[in-house]
């Protein structure tokens, strides 16, 4: 199972919210919204967890010129990732029921996330 | 009396210029603003270019209308993050051709089960040492956790000595204690 180097506070926080209704399938913009993770920032995140086989996107089938905006990537947890989740918010809970501001990221975590 | 009536209309004249140029600006924006979106997009690996077009052209669109310059800043922090993004993934797309496990990890889960636990077995005076010089420092977990980079419950079993840390995990924390390795490892040696 492929794994995730660095569990970031940010990263919690996106789990979070993706396992808290499995059925839901987000796109970039929502997520941001919910998570309060800026949403360029959400996108590596994502990319990070999408390498991991955590999290599945597709594209949303619609026709963007009838629509009339551009398509949106839908992101759900997978089974696995689902899993994962779980255990690690369960391993967390203390430390996020504790410190519920320190969720949101509030420094840059010097050069490696630069 | 004429200077008045020049400053009256000087005023109206900049008045009107300040609108036009400002509704020209407007105007402005949205193309400044997709043009960001290019920039950011081109710094990214080729095959995921058009896909982050996509999701990055609906946020700016999701935006209402009437926010222009939102738009814009927030075209500008994508190009400045899109770097970032491009590494990470970069990163992944490198994993998915290693092998699994690699030769080390392979050695490293060899032997028999108090081998193992020998070569895991965590340094109770590194603990130590590390939780003295957070308490000298007067910081608490969570703050030295955040400048880390590493989470407070991972810090707190390092602290307890339940966990072994590896090596990056001791020179970020070793960085964000302000204290260099040759000095801790001084220091461990010295208890």
Redesign the interface.
Known sequence: M?GIE????QM?RLLEVLASDPSIEW???ALAKASGI????I??AL??L???RWVTST?EEIDPAHEG?????LYRLTPAGGREATRLLS??A??IAA?PT?IVP??R??A??? | VISALVAVATFIVMAALGAVIGAEFLGWLPALTRTLVSLSVRQLPAKSRERYREEFLYDINSMASDRKVTALLWALRTCISARGLAKSLNESENRRHEPKTTERERLDSSGSPTQLAMRHRPDIDLAALLKRLREERDITQEELALDAGITVAALSRIERGLNSPGWVTVVRISKALGVSLVELTTQLTDS
């Open positions: 492929a660095r569990i970031t506070p919690l796109w970039g913009l800026q949403s360029p920032t996108y590596r990319a990070r999408e390498a991991a594209p905006r551009p398509r949106r990537r391993g967390y203390q430390e410190y320190r509030q420094r975590y010097g490696a996330t630069a």
